[in-house]
């Protein structure tokens, strides 16, 4: 008769749950590991906090975008490139070397646009790259999707959650391309 005992190390250090790779014994004494989740673990969200992602994007302070940077870098997949490719622009053009700069914004523009292609109709990765290409310098020749952004983003407008839409409000008020009437 076989029998199965799961076993795993946990421990605490300041108060945080940790745990050892998980490991199944078999009566035989052979083992299988499971290395894939610990305690530590979280789950994948689509949460983001939008709030302070946003306060960064309009922020001059490389600290703060270098914060958000890091942050995204655990972001669920299917948000991750869009918000990170524009933090990443966003931090080219706060300092540097025009190399430097240069490198970055290409760096974020591949990952932003990666995401728009896999997902087209994401009004909120349309506004992200809005903002970039109305803040990018023109030598960058980054405005040519400028007035397709905007159409979708009013016509997706009503249908967005609710702070989301109040950050499209704030940003439509100093936006030259926007043009979005609410009240």
Do not use: C, W
């Amino acid at each position: 008769m076989k029998y199965f005992i799961l076993t795993s190390i946990v421990t605490s250090f300041a108060g945080i749950l940790t745990a050892a790779p998980l490991s199944l014994v078999i009566g035989d004494g052979s083992s299988i590991r499971d290395t894939r989740y610990t305690i530590n673990d979280k789950p994948p969200t689509n949460d983001l906090n939008r709030a302070a992602y946003y306060k960064a994007m309009e922020s001059e302070s490389k600290t703060l975008v270098d914060a958000q940077i890091s942050e995204l870098n655990s972001a669920p997949a299917n948000v991750k490139n869009a918000f990170l490719g524009a933090m990443i622009m966003r931090k080219a053009g706060i300092g540097g070397g025009p190399s430097a700069k240069l490198k970055l914004f290409k760096q974020g523009h591949k990952l932003l646009e990666d995401a728009i292609a896999k997902d087209p109709k994401n009004a909120e990765f349309r506004f992200l790259r809005l903002i970039i290409q109305e803040n990018a310098p023109g030598i960058l020749g980054y405005k040519s999707d400028e007035q397709k952004d905007s159409e979708l983003i009013r016509k997706s407008y009503k249908s967005l959650p609710e702070d989301l839409q109040k950050t499209i409000a704030d940003y439509n008020k100093k936006s030259k391309v926007l043009k979005l009437q609410v009240s």
